[in-house]
T-cell receptor, first 120, second 116 residues
Framework: DADVTQTPRNRITKTGKRIMLECSQT?????MYWYRQDPGLGLRLIYYSFDVKDINKGEISDGYSVSRQAQAKFSLSLESAIPNQTALYFCATSASLGAGGQRTKEETQYFGPGTRLLVL | AQKITQTQPGMFVQEKEAVTLDCTYD???????LFWYKQPSSGEMIFLIY??????QNATEGRYSLNFQKARKSANLVISASQLGDSAMYFC?????????????FGTGTKLQVIP
C-alpha cells in the first residue's frame, strides 16, 4: 500500500465551487505539505504544516485553505475554485530534522500520487 | 536569480547508454540538501537520490548517482545503463536553511526520452 495517498485522483469542477483534496500518510512523519504543479513552472508550495497545531502559508496560498485533522491527515480546500487553479496537486510528507537541524536523507519529502484538478 | 537551474528542457539517450542530467544551484547557506525526483507520464513524483552539502562522497542509489561538485554548485544526476522505463521528467530540488521551515525549491525539470 502507498505510504502517501491522495483523494480524489482526478476532479472536474466548475468555477465558484468549493472543493476539498485530501491527503493521508502512514509514514509517521510530522511534516506535511501541499504543492501545485503547472507546466513549465515546477512545483510551488501552497501550505505546509509541522504538526497538528502548526500550519503555515507557502508562496501561493491565496485562494486556498488547509486543515490538519491529525498527524496523518492534511486537507487542502479551494474555497471558490477558479480556472487558473487548474493544476496537478501534490501532497508530500517529511520527517523532522535531527537535533541541530543536521542534514540527512531523512529530510527527504515523499509525495503522494497527485490529484489532477480541472476547473471549468 | 534562480535557485535551481536545469538547462536541458529535453534529452534523448539510447537504451543501455549512460546519461547525465544537469542541475546547478544557488545558495549562500553552508548547510543544504539536494534531491532528484522522477515524474513518469502517470504523474507521481518518485524520490531517486539525496546529497547533503557536508557529505564527503557522491551519493549512489542503484543505477543513479549524483555528481556533486560543491565549488561549482552543481549536482548532476547520472543514470547508467538507461532503460525504456527511465523515460520521464526529472526534477532537481534543494532544501536550505538552518532550522524551522526549510524551503524546498524545485527546478523546472528535464524531459528524458530513452530510445530503443
Amino acid at each position: 500500500d502507498a505510504d502517501v495517498t491522495q483523494t480524489p485522483r482526478n476532479r472536474i469542477t466548475k468555477t465558484g465551487k468549493r472543493i476539498m483534496l485530501e491527503c493521508s500518510q502512514t509514514k509517521g512523519h510530522d511534516r506535511m505539505y501541499w504543492y501545485r504543479q503547472d507546466p513549465g513552472l515546477g512545483l510551488r508550495l501552497i501550505y505546509y504544516s509541522f504538526d497538528v497545531k502548526d500550519i503555515n502559508k507557502g508562496e501561493i496560498s491565496d485562494g486556498y485553505s488547509v486543515s490538519r485533522q491529525a498527524q496523518a491527515k492534511f486537507s487542502l480546500s479551494l474555497e471558490s475554485a477558479i480556472p487558473n487553479q487548474t493544476a496537478l496537486y501534490f501532497c508530500a510528507t517529511s520527517a523532522s530534522l535531527g537535533a541541530g537541524g543536521q542534514r540527512t536523507k531523512e529530510e527527504t519529502q515523499y509525495f503522494g500520487p497527485g490529484t489532477r484538478l480541472l476547473v471549468l | 536569480a534562480q535557485k535551481i537551474t536545469q538547462t536541458q528542457p529535453g534529452m534523448f539517450v539510447q537504451e543501455k547508454e549512460a546519461v547525465t542530467l544537469d542541475c546547478t544551484y544557488d545558495t549562500s547557506d553552508p548547510s543544504y540538501g539536494l534531491f532528484w525526483y522522477k515524474q513518469p507520464s502517470s504523474g507521481e513524483m518518485i524520490f531517486l537520490i539525496y546529497q547533503g552539502s557536508y557529505d564527503q562522497q557522491n551519493a549512489t542509489e542503484g543505477r543513479y548517482s549524483l555528481n556533486f561538485q560543491k565549488a561549482r554548485k552543481s549536482a548532476n544526476l547520472v543514470i547508467s545503463a538507461s532503460q525504456l522505463g527511465d523515460s520521464a521528467m526529472y526534477f532537481c530540488a534543494m532544501r536550505e536553511g538552518p532550522g524551522g521551515y526549510q524551503k524546498v525549491t524545485f527546478g523546472t525539470g528535464t524531459k528524458l526520452q530513452v530510445i530503443p
